[in-house]
């Protein structure tokens, strides 16, 4: 199973986007799925994740506030609305997904998808 995220793009600095996750392939399930983000020269660095039995959620203090994990009814898609964008959100988002627990370590996810560059200027 892949990852597939899209909606990246460029925005002006207070502007918004929004990214999708969705993944190829066969049916796909987790117990957490999360975005990530890593600019160049910078470690990835955990953005927001939501542990899917729940609906629980968990955001970074860069992004607490702004930025809005979710997922569709389906629960096939996984969204992060991003508002009132920053010039220092500019990186790449990526989205992953873990079958066990629901901490913020990159290493503890096993599925990512490629990425997709987000430039705020």
């Known amino acids: 199973v892949q990852l597939v995220e899209s909606g990246g793009g460029s925005a002006q600095a207070g502007g918004s986007l929004r990214l999708s996750c969705a993944p190829s392939?066969?049916?796909?399930?987790?117990?957490?799925m999360g975005w990530f983000r890593q600019a160049p020269g910078k470690e990835r660095e955990g953005v927001a994740r939501?542990?899917?039995?729940?609906?629980?959620?968990s955001y970074s203090d860069s992004v607490k506030g702004r930025f809005t994990i979710s997922r569709d009814n389906t629960e096939t898609t996984l969204y992060l609305q991003m508002n009132s964008l920053k010039p220092e959100d500019s990186a790449m988002y990526y989205c992953?997904?873990?079958?066990?627990?629901?901490?913020?370590?990159?290493?503890?996810?096993?599925?990512w998808g490629q990425g997709t560059q987000v430039t705020v200027s």
């Open positions: 939501v542990y899917t039995g729940t609906g629980s959620t």
């Open positions: 392939g066969e049916t796909f399930g987790s117990n957490c």
């Open positions: 992953a997904a873990r079958d066990v627990g629901c901490r913020n370590d990159p290493e503890g996810f096993n599925t």
